[in-house]
């Protein structure tokens, strides 16, 4: 048996496929050319085409749908902000109904108007 030896090989003189070969022979180049070329139409890759159309089709619906979502987000949060506004306007008018409601600013009320706040306590009938 002979010992196995590492040959040394030069670099040079191997023949390195060159770009065109490359793209020739490979799969990527053969589609690319099949739909440069417009041949992808006539083959049998034509059977695809309503698939393809379905697909487009969601992506259709995808994009709506997320445009829709995207509005109503905003619409609520319109509402919110709203809301948030009407309730410091309830609470606001609110105040003011007490404040005015009070026995003290009727009185004053009354008392420009030249009616006076009854001195003696109310007289009750009972019928038996």
Known sequence: MSPKSNKIIDASNEKKPSAKAVFKDSKVGD?????????????????FFRYLIFLAFLAFVY???NYYAENNIREINKLRKELKE?????????TQLMHIEKQSQIARKLEKKGIKKNKQPVKTINVR
Do not use: Q
């Open 31 to 47: 589609a690319l050319k099949n739909v440069l070329g417009g041949s992808i139409i006539s083959t049998g890759t034509f059977k």
């Open 63 to 65: 994009i709506a749908n």
């Open 86 to 94: 009407l309730r410091y306007e309830y609470i606001h008018v609110k």
